[in-house]
């Protein structure tokens, strides 16, 4: 069983390369030698591997940037996902790919469930929208995976800024009125090779195939979130300027960024655990085991 892997050096990426060992032999594109805003190279790279499995980690994620580049985000979230698809359809191979809560407005009152109508609010949203949609009309054997406010202790995320601003700053403001569920790349990929395995042992693509919301359970606010990771790492010992108290919550419009963000990004998860039979842990968790894996190594 080969699986090719695109986005290797991602967050997401990073743990699928230690996940997918246990579901097939696995080939990474290097970086380097694949431009997937081309087309051409998306293919090639495709047909030099003829895989069983192909995973797209790979995606334009600058969610601010996407606003001031959109063709280039349109290049990597869509057409590159469109091409994947149909070469993994060629192939009648599983294509696995993920997108995000940003294909919502964030309006709903409650957690969105998968066939919820989507409308998404920025130029980023919009093309991994597109992605889905490209991917759904060209090849049925697939797994969607939405998932909300990845990270990981590979690369950047809220969590790590969040340390870093508290070792430097007094007082910190974080905005309140956004709520989802912080979500560990490492959860991701675990889920990813589970969800794999049972596709592969159940033969037939139809049961299986489909849009899937992956998140941690539970929700916050990204004030809750910084809040957390603060509490966390003071109770490691790790000295910080900030207090959980010294943590105020502003409201979306006091932080004005280029890229419309939904409200809501809350998810439900339940057609992904009645499926698959996995339990998913809450956002504490993993937030927890990142701090005290990056206190353990010095990163802090």
Known sequence: MKILLFGKEGQVGWELRRSLSTVGDLVASEQHELDFENPD????????????????????????????????????????????????????????????????????PTPYDEGDAANPLSVYGRTKLEGEERLRARHAKHMIFRTSWVYAARGKNFA???????????????????????????????????????????????????TYHLVARGETSWHGYAQYVVTVARERG????????????????????????PRNSRLNVSKLTNTFGVHLPDWRNHVRRLIEELASHGCL
């Open 238 to 261: 790790i000295i910080l300027k900030t207090t959980r108290e010294e943590i105020y919550p502003i409201q979306t419009e006091a932080y004005p960024l280029p890229a419309k963000r």
């Open 41 to 108: 190279h998306v293919r090639g790279w495709v047909r030099r591997h003829e895989p069983d499995i192909i995973v797209n980690a790979a995606a334009y994620t600058a969610v601010d940037q996407a606003e001031s580049e959109p063709e280039k985000a349109h290049r990597i979230n869509a057409e590159a996902v469109g091409v994947l698809a149909e070469e993994a359809n060629r192939l009648n191979a599983w294509l696995v790919h993920y997108s995000t809560d940003y294909v919502f407005d964030g309006e709903k």
């Open 160 to 210: 790590k800024t969040m340390l870093r601003l508290a070792k430097e700053r007094e007082k910190l403001s974080v905005i309140a009125d956004q709520h989802g569920a912080p979500t560990s790349a490492e959860l991701i990929a675990d889920v990813t090779a589970l969800a794999l395995h049972r596709a592969l042992q159940n033969g037939s693509h139809k049961d299986l195939a489909g």
